[in-house]
């Protein structure tokens, strides 16, 4: 695993009047080593209409250590350092499978991002 990533499970609050979110508290529960991947044999990308918007989710999978652990769904995951790929870094994914395996070598999770 050669690249870098952060994991933060964030908490946000709407403003009643305005709908706009704000960070109330993040709390980071990861930082190091990692490595993204496509899911399956080609990386999936779904279209959705958000209101008039229309937004590509992707689907991928970030490889972590196996000593990763208490991660949840909708925990974020930023990636600071990418070796091979400079265009993933500062990307933020947010996480929708966790994965749990006796044998496993490596925690693989799938995430998803929201493009615009």
């Known amino acids: 695993m050669v690249d870098k990533c ?7 609050t709407s403003d009643r009047l305005t709908g ?3 960070v109330t508290s993040s709390l980071e529960l990861y930082f190091g080593k990692c490595r993204v991947q496509a899911r399956g044999a080609a990386q999936e990308a779904n279209p ?5 918007a229309r937004r590509l989710m992707l689907h991928l999978e970030i490889q972590l250590p196996m000593a990763v652990e208490g991660l949840h ?4 995951v930023t990636i600071l ?14 996480i929708r499978d966790l994965m ?14 929201i493009t615009s």
């Open 81 to 94: 350092l990418a070796s091979f790929d400079p265009d993933l870094e500062g990307r933020t994914f947010l």
């Open 73 to 76: 769904t909708e925990d974020e």
């Open 20 to 22: 706009q979110q704000s």
């Open 48 to 52: 959705v209409d958000a209101g008039e």
């Open 6 to 12: 952060v994991i933060r499970r964030v908490t946000r």
């Open 100 to 113: 749990h395996k006796t044998h496993a070598t490596s925690r693989r999770i799938g995430v998803e991002e």
